[in-house]
Structures are given as C-alpha cells and as structure tokens.
T-cell receptor
Framework: QKEVEQNSGPLSVPEGAIASLNCTYS??????FFWYRQYSGKSPELIMS????GDKEDGRFTAQLNKASQYVSLLIRDSQPSDSATYLC????????????FGTGTRLKVLA | EPEVTQTPSHQVTQMGQEVILRCVPI?????FYWYRQILGQKVEFLVS????????KSEIFDDQFSVERPDGSNFTLKIRSTKLEDSAMYFC????????????FGPGTRLTVT
C-alpha cells in the first residue's frame, strides 16, 4: 500500500468551476497535511496546511481533513486557467525529523 | 519575502564525477532538507539536517551522498561519483522551528548525468 495516494489525473474542469482534489494516506500517526502546487519544471509551492479535522479556508482554497478516514482533500473554487498545475499532497508525523511523504500528485487542467 | 535559494539551476556532469549542489535556506530556519524528483515521478525525501548533523536519511541517501553546512548560511549536497540514475531535480527545503511544520522549497537544481 502506498503511503500517500493521489489520482494522477488529469482532472479537467471548466473555468469558474470547483476543482476537487483528493488524497489518502496510510500512516495513522500522520499529524500534518499539506497541499503544494507544482508547475512543470518548477519547485513545489505551499498552498495550504491543515492539522485538525474539518475544513480550513484560504481565499479560493479549502482544505478538508478526516483523520478517521485518513483522507484529505483540496477544493479550488472559481478555477482559473492559471490554476492548471500538478497538486501534491504531503504528510508528516509532526515529530522526529518532520520529513514529508509526498503523493505522486494530481494534474489539474482548467479549460478556458 | 525570504526565500530558499539554490545554485546552480542546472548542472550537467559526466558519470563518475563529483557534484556539489548548493542551497541557502531562509536565514532564521533551523531544519534543512534535501528532496529529489526524478522526471515524471514523485518528490522523494533524501535527508534532514538539524543542529549540524543528519537527523534522518532515506534508503536513497547512500554512501555516495553527503551533506554539510560549511558556514552559517550554506547547506550543500555532495554526490561523490554520479550515476545516470542520479539525474533528477534536487530541491532544498527549510523549516523554521520544531513547532512549525511547513517546509519551504527552493527553486531546485536540475542535475543531468551523461
């Protein structure tokens, strides 16, 4: 079983729609969860972090966490063509060295 | 806004040569990391560094790899004898303190081994 799983996509949504990206993780000790955006050939850029069950909103982005189901998601409202990128889910244990375990990423295409 | 910087942006080397990848973490950060991403694959943890010593390393980080913080600002990754399979993007990241969990990534160094 992969430690962090994401659907590789591509996920195609029309401009202005809501994009929903999902991630599951296997390690129940995981405590911190992150969404990064990565444009082709560029480095990961932190979008959201979430540590507690429930929703966390920041502008057009909402992260959702359900630790019982070992599931974290990212919603992007009013999707723009500039949101087209690969979205990486990362988790860590919030202890020890705090290394990230990344998923393979979901490629999002927002169609104008 | 403070950011992690990395040099060079692209390094081409021949198999068997040594390379040093350089990173300048955000100035008041205490935890440093190297990750790599082979083209088309996921970002993989290599090593973490805190208080001038390695705190954890992955299976990838074998004896060919080493890290160093030679002064108060630079953080380097050395690959002693490069292999074709070392070709990848190498990202440096840093984190502020033990109670902050967010890591900030540098722009990366693309290493091409021929």
């Amino acid at each position: 079983q992969k430690e962090v799983e994401q659907n590789s996509g591509p996920l195609s949504v029309p401009e202005g729609a809501i994009a929903s990206l999902n991630c599951t993780y296997s390690d129940r000790v995981s405590q911190s969860f992150f969404w990064y955006r990565q444009y082709s050939g560029k480095s990961p850029e932190l979008i959201m972090s979430i540590y507690s069950n429930g929703d966390k909103e920041d502008g057009r982005f909402t992260a959702q966490l359900n630790k019982a189901s070992q599931y974290v998601s990212l919603l992007i409202r009013d999707s723009q063509p500039s949101d087209s990128a690969t979205y990486l889910c990362a988790v860590n244990r919030a202890s020890g060295t705090y290394k990230y375990i990344f998923g393979t990423g979901t490629r999002l295409k927002v169609l104008a | 806004e403070p950011e992690v910087t990395q040099t060079p942006s692209h390094q081409v080397t021949q198999m068997g040569q040594e390379v040093i990848l350089r990173c300048v973490p955000i100035s008041n950060h205490l935890y440093f990391y190297w990750y790599r991403q082979i083209l088309g694959q996921k970002v993989e943890f290599l090593v973490s560094f805190y208080n001038n010593e390695i705190s954890e390393k992955s299976e990838i980080f074998d004896d060919q790899f080493s890290v160093e913080r030679p002064d108060g600002s630079n953080f380097t990754l050395k690959i002693r004898s490069t292999k074709l399979e070392d070709s990848a993007m190498y990202f440096c990241a840093s984190k502020l303190t033990v109670t902050s969990y967010e890591q900030y990534f540098g722009p990366g160094t693309r290493l091409t081994v021929t």
